[in-house]
């Protein structure tokens, strides 16, 4: 079976609608969910209580609620593939609900990264508040990160797009798992990115607006024999600037 352009679209078109509607909600930041706000530390450092005040400043769940707004914003169109083909092996009726479950499942595992993520990201910016150190040294691990063998394995399973059972319990409870298994090889591959932008004291949307289309890049990109590999994947990069060479060309002839 073949999804048909309409099809193909309306998945497109609605994956991303979501993405950008979330995007603004980022940006709004209700509530300072995707802030921290600090306490003051003195010079000899941040004394024993700071650190309830830093929670009461910054609860918990809307942090994590925040970090949940973050993965859908920058991690949704990456399952456009995975959507398509949940769609191509179901029956019509069970579609939606199959490439829902396979969502939740993907989520599912963010948001039990998240938990990690956040109480890393509160609890550095207790130690070290309004310091660039945490992103730095992050950066520099995402980016050793970024040509190991090991991401390129997780990347690599990321492309593992299953033929999943076509209706009943079987299809849904595998798409659940798909999703599952998704979510761990996104996690696997993209952690430090992720964590480097809400490290960052200042300008973090622009380092999430960057990462987001890393991410997104080097997921578009065949799977290769892991090893260590310098290797820049900016395909999507490379996608927008053939296109737009191409409609500037048109307009001028």
């Given at each position: 079976m073949k999804l048909s352009n309409t099809s193909s679209w309306a998945i497109r078109i609605t994956i991303i609608s979501i993405s950008l509607f979330v995007w603004v909600l980022l940006l709004?930041?209700?509530?300072?969910?995707?802030?921290i706000e600090h306490c003051h530390v003195t010079v000899s450092g941040p004394?024993?209580?700071?650190?309830?005040?830093?929670?009461?400043?910054?609860?918990?769940?809307?942090?994590?609620?925040?970090?949940?707004?973050?993965?859908?914003?920058?991690?949704?169109?990456?399952?456009?593939?995975?959507?398509?083909?949940?769609?191509?092996?179901?029956?019509?009726r069970y579609r939606f609900l199959y490439a829902f479950l396979f969502v939740l499942g993907y989520l599912s595992i963010w948001m039990i990264a998240g938990v990690f993520m956040v109480a890393v990201i509160l609890g550095l910016n207790f130690l070290m508040p309004l310091s660039y150190i945490p992103a730095i040294g992050t950066f520099i691990i995402a980016i050793v990160w970024e040509f190991s063998p090991i991401k390129q394995r997780f990347l690599n399973l990321g492309h593992d797009h299953r033929i999943l059972p076509a209706f009943g319990w079987?299809?849904?409870?595998?798409?659940?798992?798909?999703g599952f298994r998704h979510?761990?090889?996104?996690?696997?591959?993209?952690?430090?990115?992720?964590?480097?932008?809400m490290l960052l004291p200042k300008m973090h949307n622009l380092a999430m607006i960057i990462v987001t289309?890393?991410?997104?890049?080097?997921?578009?990109?065949?799977?290769?024999?892991?090893?260590?590999?310098?290797?820049?994947?900016?395909?999507?990069?490379?996608?927008?600037i053939a296109q737009t060479k191409i409609k500037l060309k048109s307009q001028v002839n």
């Open positions: 709004i930041n209700p509530g300072n969910i995707m802030t004394p024993a209580t700071s650190f309830s005040m830093l929670l009461e400043m910054n609860p918990f769940i809307p942090q994590l609620f925040g970090w949940g707004l973050m993965v859908i914003a920058m991690m949704l169109p990456k399952l456009i593939p995975a959507i398509k083909s949940i769609y191509v092996h179901s029956f019509k079987p299809a849904s409870r595998a798409s659940l798992l798909y979510g761990m090889w996104c996690v696997g591959s993209g952690w430090a990115l992720m964590l480097f932008p289309l890393i991410m997104i890049s080097e997921h578009m990109e065949h799977p290769r024999f892991p090893k260590w590999r310098f290797h820049l994947r900016f395909k999507l990069l490379r996608i927008l």
